[in-house]
Each structure stands twice: as structure tokens, then as C-alpha cells.
């Protein structure tokens, strides 16, 4: 377990622009879990897609992949798998070569520090992208679910999940303000959820679970499935 998230304590005071460096890297797992409501229960998911839906001799990727959470769920589900992990954080890779180096079979796990829309993928069955769509380019999303289409083979299958906001601004205030009680039942004080809304002002930007279905059918996804829903928060799997 990583260290306590306190990053946000005394507010942003520096004012600077959420990054993913080694300052939240360290606590990246605690962040998450006390951030995201169904988080744990989307990893399970994983895993369970995972062992129906890996096939031998293809590839799985974790798209965004942090801590490696979701690697290690679809090892749980597929322990035969090949899983290519893919960040551009630096500090993400460094800690996740670190949390699986005496992992029993190190060749099945392959960390990559670059940029997702440089990476070449391939054949592969498993696809997991674990909210990273919202800190892309609008552009840039409709290009990484083609080259992940791309990339599967049939009946392969896309795990995304997401934040998400509402059409009706009164709705969507209602679960924001949900979603910071959340926060605070988790620990978070007011100063700690505002500092962190502030430093992500720009830099994460949503969009409505409508917007992640029409570009999945537009780039040829045929099956459409939303598995997951808790609060402003969705899972999704999109099939080939």
C-alpha cells in the first residue's frame, strides 16, 4: 500500500496544473480508491472479462496504466496472459517496474514509458484504458479508439472506464456535489477537494457517456455494453 494522499492538504497553493510525477505516483493508489466510488468493483470486472475474452498468442494492454491495478486484475483473470502496460508518466512506469519486480513471471508483464498515440498495438484480445480518455484532445480520443479497434482481434473486446458529466447542469451539480461527499466520507476535507478541482481545471476534461458510445460504434465497435455506473463514474465494454 502506498502512502496517504495529502498532497492537497493546505489547498494548491503552488497553483500548478495537476501532473503525474512522483508526488502522485507515491500515493496514486490511495488517491484513487478514496476518489473514485466503484473503483474496486471495476478491477474485479477486469478480471472476470478477462479470463472469458483472452485468447493465446495475442496481446493484452493496459492503456494508461498507472500503478499497474488494472495489469495485475487481468493476471488475476488470465494468468497466461501477455499484458503490455503503457504509460507516459515516468514516474507511474518507474513505480510499477518497482511493485512487480519479484512478480513470479516477469516476461508475461511489459512496462512501457511513451506517449499511448505513439505506441504501436497489436493483436490483441484484452484492451483496458482506465480513465485517460478525459485528459486527452477531443481529436486525439476518436484517434486512440481506432488504433485500438485496430488492434483487436475479433471478438475483442475494449474496458473503459470513465468520468462523465451530465447534459442538465442542475443534474450535473447534484452529483458533483454527491461525488465531493463522497470525497469527504473518504477522509478528503473541503480545502483538500477544492485544491484538487482547481489543479485539474483545464487538464481533465469530461464528457457525456453518449459522447464514449458514438465514437465506439463510429470507429466499428458492434456490441455496446455499460456494465458499471456509480455516480459520475462509468464502465464500458465495447466489442468487436
Known sequence: MGKQDNIYEKGNLSGLPFSFNEEVAEVFEDMIERSVPGYKTSQSIISLYAKNF??????????GCSLGASSFSILQGANRAKIIAIDKSAAMIDECERIFKNYENPNSLIFLNEDIMES??????????????????????????????????????????????????FENQRIINTHHLFKSENGYSDLEISGKRDSLEGILKTEHEEDHILR?????????????????????????
Open 120 to 169: 504501436d498495438l497489436q493483436n490483441a484480445s484484452v484492451v483496458v484504458v482506465n480513465y485517460l480518455i478525459q485528459f486527452l484532445g477531443l481529436d486525439e480520443r476518436d484517434i486512440l479508439f481506432k488504433k485500438i479497434f485496430n488492434a483487436l482481434i475479433p471478438n475483442g473486446i475494449l474496458i473503459l472506464s470513465e468520468k462523465v458529466h451530465y447534459g442538465n447542469k
Open 216 to 240: 465506439a460504434r463510429k470507429v466499428g465497435f458492434t456490441k455496446v455494453e455499460k456494465i458499471l455506473s456509480n455516480l459520475n463514474f462509468r464502465t464500458f465494454v465495447f466489442s468487436k
Open 54 to 63: 483472452y485468447r493465446e498468442d495475442t496481446n493484452c494492454y493496459d492503456i
